[in-house]
């Protein structure tokens, strides 16, 4: 036989939930008016786009696939230009950096600094300076284990793979508070 639960404890039960449901509303209300709001896709002062200089890295080829994806048409050395550029985007420095930073007493790596650097400006088709020469460098420390050869370059690649996705989001921020050329 199960007890019954009594009508005065049911009723406290049903406040405390109800007090704790008007909280959770009040925080919601409290947050958006803060003027909290999700980041929004970015919008550009521009909707043609050349990529120069290195172009073919693993860096800018992800940026290139980014502002085609925020609404950009993007023009390179190998697509035909179906409409002139109204910025040009030249990439100087794309480059990845792998250094020793930890050793055993036997001279055996223990610790490594992957790098990623990457160098850009932004310019208008006459020669103006939107974004000037900016270079974005990343770092990530990474332990090192010669018994676990295979592994350790799988993660030393998804660690790249991150930055390069970090140095993509930072350039298209960069890109997008343009407001006018």
């Known amino acids: ?36 709001a999700l980041r929004k896709a970015p919008t550009f002062a521009f909707q043609v786009v050349r990529i120069a200089g290195s172009e073919s890295t693993p860096v800018a080829s992800e940026l290139r696939t980014a502002l085609i994806t925020n609404g950009l048409t ?45 160098t850009f400006r932004l310019r208008t088709v006459g020669e103006k300076d939107l974004i000037e020469d900016t270079e974005l460098l990343l770092e990530r420390d990474m332990s090192f ?9 799988a993660e030393e690649e998804l660690l790249y793979r991150d930055m390069a996705s970090d140095v993509v989001q930072q350039v298209v921020r960069r890109m997008a508070a343009v407001k006018s050329l």
């Open 1 to 36: 036989m199960t007890p019954l639960v009594s009508p005065l404890r049911f009723v406290a039960e049903r406040r405390r939930a109800l007090q704790h449901l008007a909280v959770g509303a009040a925080a919601v209300v409290g947050v958006s008016g803060c003027g909290f």
């Open 74 to 118: 993007v023009i390179t050395s190998a697509t035909p230009a179906s409409a002139p550029a109204q910025v040009v985007l030249t990439v100087t420095v794309d480059q990845r950096e792998r250094i020793a930073v930890g050793q055993t007493a036997a001279g055996q790596v223990r610790e490594l600094q992957l790098r990623t650097r990457f």
């Open 145 to 153: 284990s010669e018994t676990a050869v295979l592994s350790k370059a």
